[in-house]
């Protein structure tokens, strides 16, 4: 049995270079709307999926649906990537269990959680864009499939800032495969040993970067 679900949100590229080269003040504005924004997602998985089921589910026959305290998470936020690029995302641990109105615990119902993964993407994305927007005034690309980038942050220094998906890129041409499962495992072949640096220096480096460029 699964003991929990890791449920990672992360912001566009676009929004992450304009949180790691802003000023204190726009930097707060842009963590908070991730954050606003998080907690508006995860609220619509919680209320679409946190149910107990109760009865025989299966051969037609499906089981019955009482309400739940909601989720037992914790939520982990980290500013950057596992190679120290700027990447706003936070990692929701969602336990398996729900406490339902009947006193009884039971599992999640996985498939409904998957099944509203995508949407409650869509509602991070939204609700991200919309924050930033009346905050900041920012104004945003194309929507494709629930994401925009913010106009104005040169296409060359997001890449810079995106080494991660570029090695996994690059494993993935390597081995000449793209599905799902050969993404993952690219994910793992390359994924570096965690570097904790001092976000004075981050920004510095960051920067430094954007100099150049």
Known sequence: RNAGYDVCVS???SVSTLFAL???DVAATVREAHEQAVATAIGYLERETAYGLRGHQGDGQRS??????GFVAAAFSHQTSRANDPQLHTHVVVANALRGADGKWSALDSRSLYRHATT???VYHAVLRGQLTAELGVGWTHVDKGIGEIIGIP??????FSTRRE???????STGQTDPAAAQRACLTTRPSKQHLDEADLREQWAQTARRL
Request: glycine content about 4%; overall charge negative.
């Open 11 to 13: 912001a566009p590229k």
């Open 22 to 24: 802003a000023g204190p």
């Open 64 to 69: 019955a649906r009482i309400a739940t305290d």
């Open 120 to 122: 409650a993407s869509y």
């Open 155 to 160: 296409a060359d220094l997001q890449r810079a």
């Open 167 to 173: 090695a996994i890129e690059d494993e993935l041409a």
